[in-house]
C-alpha cells in the first residue's frame, strides 16, 4: 500500500475514532439537567448510557457480515451516517427521542468498534500496535473532551443540555467529509468458507479470554462514565470539581492509550502490560472508595485514569494481535464487542440501582476493585502469545 493511502486511511481512523465514545461520555455530567427535565430514577437515567452498550451487543455480530458483503469503507459510512441521525433524535425529539436516538448512536458507534481493528490487521499488520496507539489515543482524547466540554457548553454559553449533545453534529459531519474519498475503493467480496472448514471464533477458548477481558473493562468504564461525577459529589464536594474529575479522568488516561499498545509490539505476550495496568487500576479505586479530600481523590483518578486507558488499549490491541488474518480479527472483534458489551451493559444500572437501594457507593466501588482482580486474571490469557486457529 502506497505511503499517502496509508496516510489517509489512518487519518480517517483518527476521525472516527473521535466520534466512537464522545456522545456517550458527553451525558454524564449532564444526567442531572436531563433528570430534571425529564420525570427518572437513578436506574432509568443509568438506561441512557446502558443502551448504547446494547446495542454494540445486538449489532456488532452482524458487522462482520456486512463488511464481508460491501466493504469496510462503506459499511463505516453508513456508520457514521447513523450518528448524525442518532445525535438530531437524541436532541431533539423528545423524551422517547433521547432513548431511541441513543440507540441509533449506540448501534453506528458498534459499525466503528468492529471494523477498525479489522481494518487495522488488514492495512497495518506489523505495525498493530502503533495504529492501534493512534485509535485508542483518538478516542479518549475525545472521551474526555465529551465530559470535559458538555457541562460547560449547557451552562456557561447556555445551551442547555439539548444543544450541547447536539454540538457533536460537527464533528460528525466533518468525519463524512474526510471519509468520502474512501468510498471510491473497490471491494471484492471475501470467499464464502465450506462449512466446517475452520473453527468458529464463538468455539476458542481465546476467544472468550479475550472477550471477557473487553467485557470486564467496558462494564467498569461505562459504570464510572455514567456515575462518577455523583460519586465525588457524595463526598461534599462542589459541582466544579466533580466536573474536573470527570475530565480528568478521561484526559489522564491518554498517556496509557499512548504507550501501553506500542509496548504490546515489543513483546512476544502481554501479561506483565496486564499486571502493571491492573495494579494501577485497583489501587486508584480503593483510593476513590476510601479517599475524602479533594488530594486523595484526584491522586485515585489519575491511577485509575492510567489504569482504565491502559486496559482500552489493551483490549483493542488484542483483537488484533490474537487474529491471524483481517476476517479473524473482525469475527473476534464483533464477538467481543457483542458478548463483553452484553456484560458491560449490565454496569451502569446495577450501579444505579444499588445506590437508590443503599444510599451509599461503597459497595459498588468494592465490586469494581473485585472486578479489576477478575480483570487481571483474564488478561494472563488473552495477553498469551498465541492467536486463534485457522
Not at 75 to 87: C, D, E, S, Y
Not at 268 to 295: E, N, R, S, W
Request: glycine share 10%; net charge positive.
Amino acid at each position: 500500500m502506497k505511503t499517502r493511502d496509508s496516510i489517509l486511511i489512518i487519518l480517517g481512523i483518527l476521525f472516527i475514532s473521535f466520534n466512537l465514545r464522545a456522545p456517550i461520555t458527553a451525558v454524564g455530567s449532564l444526567i442531572n439537567m436531563i433528570k430534571s427535565e425529564f420525570p427518572m430514577s437513578n436506574a432509568m437515567a443509568g438506561f441512557i448510557t446502558t443502551l448504547p452498550l446494547i446495542a454494540f451487543a445486538v449489532v456488532s455480530p452482524l458487522v462482520a457480515r456486512i463488511t464481508h458483503r460491501i466493504g469496510h469503507f462503506k459499511t463505516m459510512m453508513a456508520g457514521l451516517v447513523l450518528i448524525v441521525l442518532g445525535l438530531v433524535v437524541r436532541s431533539y425529539a423528545g423524551m422517547i427521542g433521547l432513548f431511541v436516538g441513543t440507540a441509533v448512536i449506540g448501534i453506528a458507534i458498534a459499525v466503528g468498534n468492529v471494523i477498525v481493528p479489522a481494518i487495522i490487521k488488514s492495512h497495518f499488520a506489523h505495525k498493530v500496535g502503533v495504529v492501534t496507539s493512534i485509535y485508542t489515543t483518538g478516542m479518549c482524547v475525545f472521551a474526555a473532551v465529551g465530559a470535559g466540554v458538555s457541562m460547560p457548553l449547557a451552562k456557561d454559553i447556555d445551551l442547555g443540555w439539548h444543544h450541547s449533545l447536539a454540538a457533536w453534529l460537527v464533528l460528525a459531519v466533518a468525519t463524512i467529509i474526510i471519509w468520502a474519498p474512501h468510498m471510491v475503493k473497490t471491494h471484492t467480496p471475501g470467499k464464502k468458507r465450506k462449512k466446517g472448514e475452520r473453527k468458529s471464533v464463538w468455539t476458542s477458548k481465546l476467544g472468550w479470554w479475550v472477550t471477557l477481558f473487553m467485557g470486564v473493562q467496558s462494564l467498569i468504564f461505562y459504570s464510572l462514565v455514567a456515575w462518577l461525577p455523583t460519586i465525588i459529589l457524595s463526598k461534599d464536594l462542589s459541582e466544579g470539581f466533580a466536573g474536573t474529575m470527570a475530565l480528568t479522568f478521561q484526559l489522564m488516561a491518554i498517556p496509557a492509550t499512548l504507550v501501553i499498545p506500542a509496548l504490546c509490539d515489543k513483546f512476544d505476550h502481554q501479561k506483565h502490560l496486564v499486571m502493571v495496568v491492573c495494579g494501577i487500576y485497583a489501587a486508584g479505586m480503593l483510593g476513590l472508595m476510601f479517599g475524602m479530600t479533594p488530594a486523595v481523590l484526584t491522586a485515585s483518578i489519575i491511577a485509575m485514569a492510567i489504569g482504565m486507558g491502559g486496559s482500552i488499549s489493551l483490549s483493542i490491541a488484542f483483537i488484533s494481535l490474537r487474529s491471524p488474518t483481517a476476517e479473524h480479527a473482525a469475527e473476534l472483534s464483533g464477538m467481543a464487542q457483542s458478548a463483553g458489551y452484553l456484560f458491560a451493559a449490565l454496569g451502569p444500572i446495577l450501579t444505579g440501582l444499588l445506590f437508590d437501594e443503599l444510599a451509599d457507593w461503597t459497595l459498588a466501588l468494592g465490586l469494581f476493585t473485585g472486578l479489576i482482580v477478575f480483570l487481571a486474571f483474564c488478561g494472563m490469557f488473552a495477553g498469551a502469545d498465541r492467536t486463534l486457529e485457522h
